[in-house]
């Protein structure tokens, strides 16, 4: 990946709304941890789903 490509991917990143779709599940101790992908821009993030009512949390900032 070329260093203009990054720039363009994070300034993608920064200016849309991201459409989060997972890419992995992982059981841990108190609920579950998410990877998952943003289908517009290609950016990751990690979230939280842990074992309430309330829907998932991001526990990192967007990587792409
Ligand atoms: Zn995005």
């Not at 990946?1 to 920064?14: D, H, P, V």
């Not at 849309?16 to 950016?43: K, L, M, N, P």
């Amino acid at each position: 990946m070329t260093a203009s490509r990054t720039r363009s991917a994070a300034a993608a990143a920064s200016v849309h709304e991201h459409g989060w779709i997972t890419a992995s599940v992982h059981a841990t101790s108190v609920g579950h941890v998410r990877y998952v992908r943003c289908a517009g821009c290609g950016g990751w993030r990690v979230d939280a789903d842990v074992a309430t009512a309330a829907p998932p949390a991001a526990v990192s900032r967007v990587v792409v």
